[in-house]
């Protein structure tokens, strides 16, 4: 079937609201609506009556949903991951330079008390 051109007036406040769903869906507003024709359908059978298929597919659904949801958690948690080895890799380094300060901060202090002993200083 080819597709045809649908044009609706509708008060501004509800168009905005229209294309921000659109925009977040990440669909075409052609499939945007196909889409919740269908949910439309499916909820006006839904309150007819339990339909026995429908339920089975909509666990089947889920199911697939929580698949999705999981790879997009495991892929962020690896970003995460590799985001959280950076940091500790800079930790580390961090870790190292302020070892270094402190050695040469504890030469320095080793050296200013050696000349305070030769003068008979001993207490500053």
């Known amino acids: 079937m080819a597709d045809v ?4 007036k509708m008060n501004q406040e509800t168009r905005d609201r229209l294309t ?5 869906s990440g669909m075409s507003t ?7 024709v269908m949910h439309h359908e499916i909820n006006q059978i839904r309150s007819v009556g339990p339909v026995k298929e429908l339920d ?3 666990r089947h659904l ?6 999705c949801v999981r790879l997009v958690r495991s892929r962020n948690g ?15 380094a961090t870790v ?7 050695n040469e901060l504890a030469s320095q202090l080793a050296a200013h008390t050696s ?3 030769k003068y008979g200083l001993e207490e500053w």
């Not at 051109?5 to 609706?8: G, P, Q």
């Open 5 to 8: 051109v649908f044009s609706v």
């Open 62 to 67: 889920y199911k697939i949903e929580d698949i």
């Open 96 to 102: 190292k330079r302020l070892k270094r300060e402190r």
């Open 20 to 24: 921000k769903l659109v925009e977040r």
């Open 56 to 58: 089975e597919l909509h």
């Open 30 to 36: 052609k499939d945007f609506l196909a889409q919740m």
């Open 115 to 117: 000349e305070f002993e």
């Open 78 to 92: 690896e970003a995460t991951v590799s985001e959280g080895s950076a940091q500790v890799a800079e930790l580390q």
